[in-house]
């Protein structure tokens, strides 16, 4: 010690030093190891994805996928779909107003006409949005725009039909749902072909609204009567819970609501147990641009037997969807489902 600077001996004794004595580097020489080829992996060779080229069919494209992450979740989406539409089982659909204003409507009216989908519950923006594309061929105002001017959600056409579907649906027993499309269907828009309460009310199938009073812009107009849409939201609940309740082995899908829509299932489920129905087999799927607790509880967790997330914008998720869809169906054999991660 005789030989270190005096002005080093405090640094020495420095509660640092102690540190760097005690926790010395490693000596890592008897570190044991294996040969690679006998560790297990998650990812192989087989897995990755291949480019194709510009003259390769939609079925090529989907099987050149990497075989990983999301884009096997894909498929297992895929493969449940093809699934219960071959064993007769109910697949339903919940969404919220940005499916159909970011276009995505076309798809479920297919799936609709293909059989695929067997039910369709919405909140109230989405019936809006729905109504408006088949009424007038357009929909989504600027908010920012018309909001300051007071014009934001004053469109006559708009109210005049939600106040009549909520008064038909509640005095005849049939639901906002149900009534809307009927309504749309007596107007002979010129864009009907867009509407997918239309598509469900001409198919047959259940199509339920489940408004939240306040939030929707019909709701400001004096007309538009708050216990007609309610009554006529609460007899579409009630319908849902009959499609809820003979759900097992079907797939719910829940695209982008991250609480209305979440809620109204979980509430529908309750009920559906309660009456003792069985919800064995029940594969839900939540699509949104973002993982969000209510969806991921309500629908993902609690009630079913499986749960899968898909996070993406729904206008490339859905088209990707029912393109996988509609390749495997024109098969018309089973393909394997890949495990969960």
Request: net charge negative; proline share 4%; glycine share 8%.
């Amino acid at each position: 010690m005789s030989d270190i600077p005096s002005n080093d001996h405090a640094l020495l004794n420095a509660p640092h030093f102690t540190a760097l004595e005690t926790h010395k580097p490693y000596d890592l020489s008897a570190l044991k190891t294996y040969d690679l080829s006998s560790r297990p992996s998650k990812v192989f060779h087989d897995d990755l994805g291949q480019p194709v080229d510009a003259n390769a069919s939609a079925e090529d494209w989907l099987l050149s996928l990497p075989k990983q992450l999301a884009a096997n979740d894909i498929r297992r989406v895929t493969n449940h779909l093809c699934r219960a539409h071959r064993e007769g089982r109910t697949v339903a659909v919940a969404l919220g107003g940005h499916v159909i204003k970011t276009g995505c409507a076309p798809y479920l009216i297919d799936w609709i006409k293909c059989g695929v989908i067997k039910a369709v519950a919405m909140n109230g923006s989405a019936a809006i949005h729905d109504f408006e594309l088949a009424f007038a061929g357009k929909t989504s105002e600027n908010v920012a725009t018309q909001l300051p001017k007071g014009e934001f959600g004053m469109a006559r056409d708009t109210a005049d039909a939600f106040a009549v579907a909520a008064h038909n649906g509640a005095e005849n027993d049939i639901g906002l749902g149900w009534a809307l499309g009927r309504h749309l269907d007596e107007m002979n828009c010129a864009h009907d072909e867009s509407s997918l309460v239309l598509a469900a009310y001409r198919a047959g199938i259940p199509c339920t609204v489940h408004v939240a009073l306040g939030t929707d812009i019909v709701h400001m107009h004096p007309h538009v009567s708050g216990a007609a849409l309610g009554e006529a939201s609460l007899i579409d609940f009630r319908r849902l819970c009959s499609v809820v309740a003979g759900m097992a082995y079907g797939v719910w899908m829940n695209l982008g609501s991250a609480v209305i829509m979440p809620e109204v299932f979980v509430k529908a489920v309750s009920v559906a147990n309660n009456f003792g129905h069985s919800l064995d087999g029940l594969v839900t799927v939540n699509l949104d641009k973002q993982a969000q607790y209510r969806s991921r509880v309500n629908v993902l967790e609690r009630p079913s037997s499986e749960g899968i997330e898909l996070i993406g914008h729904h206008e490339i998720m859905l088209p990707l969807l029912h393109l996988a869809v509609t390749c495997q169906l024109a098969k018309r054999v089973p393909v394997e489902t890949p495990a969960a991660a």
